[in-house]
């Protein structure tokens, strides 16, 4: 694909509620439909969360909203593929809002570019990560290190990945992550020692924008609000 313009997104002033990004999704994802902005992608921390896709089932879920929300964790269920995951402090999540159109609206082409983004950015870190057939995501050693679950909205994407950097690997026991009864990991607990995550979330962007062919220039969200306004 060649190079086309977008924009970063990079919220850093600490874990973002998951409501107010879902909400920011939404508004993005309606004027990226519009043609009114280029492809966008967000990446930020949350506050604790459990949020489970189409495919959750309750028993995905291995405590009450009730034990959650005694723990300090929300609970949503939300449009995006895939089941039960967890999204906390230490994690790095990324939201790609992609116009589709320049891929043949490819859903597993986009999946498999988003997972390959991935895998190259574990590997500067020196992690040798890997797919699995028929197993959403990235994968260490038989270990989930990144989740990944999109849903498309008229040709435009949102949801996407999670990369446990330094995540508090516990949380987990709360869900059977993706429904899947496999273990979870971490970057840390790969190498045996902290990564602090603005590493890898300035590392992420060059293997984006090298995977998906979209040049990104970084947006702030005073910026994003008042062209969001204007149109």
Not at 98 to 116: F, P, Q, S
Request: hydrophobic share 45%; aromatic share 6%; charged share 20%.
């Amino acid at each position: 694909m060649a190079d086309a313009q977008g924009w970063l997104l990079d919220l850093r002033d600490g874990p973002v509620p998951y409501a107010e990004a879902w909400a920011l999704q939404r508004d993005l994802v309606d004027a990226r439909q519009r043609g009114e902005i280029p492809d966008v992608l967000m990446l930020l921390e949350h506050l604790p969360v459990v949020t489970v896709g189409r495919s959750g089932k309750s028993e995905h879920l291995r405590a009450t909203r009730e034990e959650l929300a005694s723990a300090g964790i929300e609970l949503f269920r939300v449009e995006r593929g895939g089941s039960a995951t967890y999204h906390g402090p230490g994690q790095l999540v990324g939201y790609p809002i992609v116009d589709l159109g320049a891929m043949g609206r490819d859903v597993v082409r986009y999946m498999r570019t988003m997972e390959e983004s991935l895998i190259q950015t574990l590997e500067r870190f020196g992690i040798a990560a890997v797919r699995e057939k028929g197993y959403p995501g990235v994968w260490v050693g038989g270990a989930k290190i990144c989740s990944v679950g999109v849903a498309v909205k008229r040709g435009v994407t949102m949801h996407g990945f999670a990369i446990n950097v330094t995540t508090a690997l516990d949380a987990f026991s709360l869900i059977n992550p993706c429904g899947l009864d496999r273990p979870v990991t971490s970057m840390s607990a790969v190498l045996g020692h902290p990564v602090e995550t603005v590493e890898v979330r300035q590392a992420y962007p060059e293997q984006f924008s090298r995977a998906f062919g979209i040049e990104l220039d970084p947006v702030t969200m005073l910026e994003l609000e008042a062209t969001l306004a204007l149109v």
